[in-house]
């Protein structure tokens, strides 16, 4: 049965769109706020869609809008055992300003044995494969098992963060996660706009970004950046831009959006 025009259910009730629709929500998206997004989106996909979450400014942003359009949005985090102490602080506070559960997604205990065990603990150093290997154990993995039982899942991507994301949408399908929908409302937005947004709501936001830190992963991965640095220069800072994403973020059109996070 359809919910609504392009959106259909398949087998356990899981909906999808179409690719019309995806042309058609984009191009009616493009001039709407991020709110006007996420009201759509949980319409029509709740309760089977999350927000995933690192806690970086553009997530804190969208916690508070699910707040205040839904609250019992699942929110979901990747905890890679590798992240800044100011991640967690973030965290606990959003936790209790916003009466939310966070689910928490570890990587696999084996896993992570054998990696460090196999390849030491600054592997992901050595070079791009070897540091793709670790975010797959520590991020790709945990991600695949957060999103098997939603329809669709909501992140803080924006074109402006990086060269690889200059060709994202407001909603997409996510060819590798099994054809589920991909929904970035803030991708129109600017870094301004983002900040502009936690000053006038007292949204709580990560301490690091008052370090310097506009992107914010694990805390041997980051580093703050210097005055006209790239946003994502912190980011695996011993590597080219090009290769600056870990794999969590991958469609069908172009292969790795990167992180998001």
């Known amino acids: 049965m359809e919910r609504q025009s392009g959106i259909q259910s398949i087998d356990g009730g899981s909906r999808v769109l179409s690719a019309e629709s995806i042309v058609e929500l984009n191009e009616r998206f493009r001039t709407a706020g991020p709110e006007v997004v996420l009201r759509w989106a949980i319409d029509t996909f709740a309760p089977k869609l999350a927000l995933a979450?690192?806690?970086?400014?553009?997530?804190?942003?969208?916690?508070?809008?699910?707040s205040k359009?839904?609250?019992?949005?699942?929110?979901?985090?990747?905890?890679?055992?590798?992240?800044?102490?100011?991640?967690?602080?973030?965290?606990?506070?959003?936790?209790?300003?916003?009466?939310?559960?966070?689910?928490?997604?570890?990587?696999?205990?084996?896993?992570?044995?054998?990696?460090?065990?196999?390849?030491?603990?600054?592997?992901?150093r050595q070079s791009i494969e070897e540091r793709k290997f670790c975010c797959r154990v520590?991020?790709?993995?945990?991600?695949?098992?957060?999103?098997k039982s939603v329809d669709a899942w909501i992140t803080g991507l924006r074109r402006e963060q990086a060269a690889t994301r200059t060709g994202i949408d407001a909603v997409e399908i996510d060819a590798s996660h099994g054809s589920i929908v991909k929904i970035n409302p803030l991708v129109e937005w600017t870094e301004p706009?983002?900040?502009?947004?936690?000053?006038?709501?007292?949204?709580?936001y990560n301490a690091l970004?008052?370090?310097?830190?506009?992107?914010?992963?694990?805390?041997?991965?980051?580093?703050?950046?210097?005055p006209g640095e790239d946003v994502r220069a912190g980011r695996w800072w011993w590597e080219n831009?090009?290769?600056k994403e870990c794999g969590l973020h991958l469609d069908g059109k172009q292969g790795a959006h990167g992180t998001g996070h």
């Open 53 to 66: 979450s690192s806690f970086g400014a553009e997530d804190m942003v969208l916690i508070d809008m699910l």
């Open 241 to 243: 831009p090009e290769t």
């Open 69 to 124: 359009l839904e609250p019992a949005t699942t929110i979901f985090t990747l905890d890679t055992g590798r992240l800044h102490e100011e991640t967690y602080d973030v965290m606990e506070r959003a936790r209790e300003q916003y009466k939310v559960t966070i689910e928490s997604y570890f990587p696999g205990r084996d896993a992570v044995e054998a990696l460090e065990r196999e390849r030491g603990f600054y592997s992901f």
């Open 138 to 147: 520590r991020k790709v993995e945990p991600l695949g098992r957060a999103l």
């Open 193 to 204: 706009q983002v900040w502009a947004y936690i000053r006038e709501h007292h949204v709580p």
């Open 209 to 226: 970004h008052d370090q310097g830190f506009p992107s914010i992963g694990c805390a041997p991965c980051t580093r703050a950046i210097t």
